[in-house]
């Protein structure tokens, strides 16, 4: 029989913001979209903080013909900043919408941020 997972981000004290502009993205860059915040904001709970109260904020925005996609935290950087599977996923994902993705890591918090054209290049 299944038994459902409890592992939301509520339970474990952190709060999840989003804020996101009307954005028009066909299925194929859509769900590319969806895997890359997903996995932002699991890297972020999972390493930047590490399983306690916390807060992670996503920004979806588009700027004329580009859509900004920013993850931030107000964790605390993980030992080992080595690059892990997550990240690879992103980089490869956002390889695939055309776009860039960049990292900062501080002791005030950790950022990812994501640059894509709205249509396939």
Not at 38 to 49: G, I, M, P, T
Not at 86 to 98: D, F, S, V, Y
Request: glycine share 10%.
């Amino acid at each position: 029989m299944f038994q459902p997972v409890r592992a939301s981000l509520s339970e474990q004290g952190i709060q999840l913001t989003v804020a996101t502009d009307e954005i028009q993205l066909d299925a194929a860059r859509c769900w590319r979209v969806g895997l890359i915040v997903s996995e932002l904001v699991r890297n972020a709970a999972r390493h930047s903080l590490k399983h306690r109260r916390g807060s992670i904020r996503v920004t979806l925005n588009r700027s004329g013909s580009s859509v900004s996609c920013v993850v931030c935290d107000d964790g605390c950087p993980a030992s080992d900043l080595s690059e892990g599977r997550g990240r690879r996923l992103i980089r490869g994902l956002t390889a695939e919408l055309g776009g860039t993705v960049q990292w900062k890591f501080t002791q005030c918090g950790s950022f990812a941020g994501v640059r894509f054209p709205v249509i396939t290049p």
